[in-house]
C-alpha cells in the first residue's frame, strides 16, 4: 500500500470529522472562531517578496467555493451578507455537505458523496454573487448572434436525451457527443466552481509565473518579458496568457482560446480574459477576471474568486492530489456508445429521434 493512499485516505478521514465538527459547533464555539478570526486580522500583514524582488504569489491554494456566479433573483439588490446571514449560509452548507450516499434514483449505480470533496468547498466569500461588476451581480446579455449559437447547442444536447421510465438517459452517437473533459482532453478555464480537485499551485521563477492546476494536470507558464501573445492562429486549450506587474498585482492578458470547448456555456474561441492575481493575506490569493468578449456578451464583465491556502487537505506540497484521468476515460467512449445503442434497440419507440 503506497504513501501516497494512505496520506490521500488520511486527509479524507480529517474532511470527515471536520465537516461534522462545523455542523455541530455550539454558539460559544462560534464566537471564539470569530474572535480568533478578528484578532488575526487585526495583525499587519505584509506582502513578502520573492529572492529576486517580485511580489510573492507561491503556495499551494483552493479555488471551489459555494458562492454562486450570479447573484440568485431573491438576493437581488444585496451585495453582501452581514456576518450574521453569512453564519447562518454556511451553517446550512455544512448541513447539506455530508459523508452519507443520499438515497439513489431508480436505475442509478451510485453516487459521489462528500468522503470525496474537500471540507472547505463550503466556504463563502461573503458577497450573494462572485460576480462584481456589473454591480446587479448578474452577466450581461448574450448578443443575438450567441444566443443564436446558444439555443443551438441546448437544441442539441435535449435532442439526445430521452425518457426511459423514470429516467433521463443520454444517447451518445458519435465520440463527438461527448465534451472534451469527458474525454479527458481538456477542462475549461478560467476554473470556477469545481466540487472536487480544486487544487491549484503557484511557483514563480525570474521572469515567469506558473499555475499548476491538479485538475488535467494543466499548468500554466506565464512568462513576465514583454514577449506578444502567438500568433492569432495558434488556438490552445489553455490559451495564451502573458504577464507584468502593477504594484502587488499580477496582470496577466489571456487569449487564443480554442472553440473545440466552451466556458460559461459558449465557445470560447474570441475570449479575452484580464486576469488580476493579488494576495490580499497570509491566506489568500484574490483572482480577479475581467470578461471582454463582444461577441459573446454586450458587454465586458467581472468576477473575483479568492483562492485560499487555508485547507486542511492542501497543507503540504505532497497534498496536490494525483489526478488520473486516462484519455477516452478508460473504456469511457466505447461504453457510452455501446450502451446507447444496448438503449435504442431495447426500447425503439421511446428513442425514436428521426434520422441520423
Sequence with gaps: MSHRFLASMGALAVMIVASVSVAGQTTAEKAKAAAAKKAAASKPWTQPKTAWGDPDLQGIYTFSTFTPMERPATLAGKQTFTEAELGEEEDTDAINRTAEDRPLREGDTGTYNTFWTSTEKGRRTGRTSLIVDPPDGRKPPLTPAAQKIRDASVAAAAARRVKIGVMDVTLYDTWADLPAYTQCLARPMPRIGQAYNHGIQILQAPGYVVIDYESMHDTRIIPLDGRPHLDKSVRQWDGDARGHWEGNTLVVDWTNFTDKQEWEGSPQGRMH???????VDANTVNEEITV??????????????????????YQNAEDLYEYACHEGDYRQMEDALAGSRSIEKANPDATKRGSK
Design 273 to 279: 480574459f484580464v486576469e488580476r492575481l493579488t494576495r
Design 292 to 313: 471582454d468578449d463582444p461577441t459573446t456578451w454586450t458587454k465586458p464583465w467581472t468576477y473575483v474568486l479568492p483562492w485560499r491556502a487555508d485547507d486542511p487537505n
